[in-house]
């Protein structure tokens, strides 16, 4: 036996779009397939761009110290290279200084340039 086509049509699978089992409104249920979808793109995001990966195994080496750092935060910067608190301290002291060198140097340049002026034209004016 084959069975006419009426049959079959009649045992065949209901349409999938007709079966809702989400209890919201079809909309929302789109809106949260929306939000999943974000969400999974943004993961793919931070897979791609090395940041699941660079996260997992500073966690991995603050895991396996064996003394605990008194403050975990500075320990994953320092890891990712990312400057610390005292050394943000340091780096602005050394900025200071070298503002303060530079404005000297800018100043006694100007004046040797000056000078060279000044001999330069002296020279050229006798008559």
């Given at each position: 036996g084959a069975q006419p086509e009426a049959a079959v049509a009649a045992n065949a699978r209901p349409q999938v779009e007709h079966l809702c089992l989400?209890?919201?409104p079809p909309q929302a249920s789109a809106e949260i397939m929306s939000g999943?979808?974000?969400k999974e793109e943004f993961r793919k995001y931070l897979e791609r761009s090395g940041v699941i990966d660079a996260l997992t195994k500073v966690l991995v080496a603050l895991y396996e110290e064996p003394e605990k750092p008194s403050n975990a935060l500075d320990f994953i910067k320092q890891y990712l290279g990312?400057?610390?608190?005292g050394d943000v301290e340091t780096m602005k002291a050394e900025k200071d200084e070298m503002m303060k060198k530079?404005?000297?140097?800018?100043?006694?340049?100007e004046a040797v340039q000056a000078k060279?002026?000044?001999?330069a034209t002296g020279g050229d004016g006798a008559e």
């Open positions: 989400s209890p919201f999943e979808s974000k990312a400057p610390t608190s530079n404005e000297e140097l800018t100043k006694e340049l060279l002026e000044a001999m």
